[in-house]
């Protein structure tokens, strides 16, 4: 029996499901590392801290809650992945600007948040 890696991706937004489009992205590490690189070579690395974020393409459907998306400062935001695991971002706002398209029937949505845990 396969197991199922891929496929339809599920998104609440305070509780409230969104149809989405497509599939899901959020982050897998919490701090990225980069080379610090000197005269002889790599000398160590540095840390920064990864933004949490859930983007997703969203279908605009009739009662997509729109008014709450865009208000929202303290929203949290669950995608759950095709293969079960669970990433849920909380502390959430819209991050960037998105601007529904009439001819797809869709809205791209990037939230940032405080914190995201998988489970």
Known sequence: MGNRVAGI????????????????????????????????????????????FLKVTAIFTKDFPLAQIAAGTDLTCTGEFANGKVYTLSGAFLASESAAKGEEGEIELEFNGIRGVWQ
Not at 27 to 51: L, M, N, Q, W
């Open 9 to 52: 991706c599920y998104v609440k937004i305070d509780g409230t499901q969104i149809e989405i489009k497509g599939g899901l992205e959020a982050p897998i590490i919490e701090r990225k590392r980069e080379a610090v690189v000197a005269s002889s070579g790599v000398a160590g690395y540095k840390e920064s801290t990864v933004v949490p």
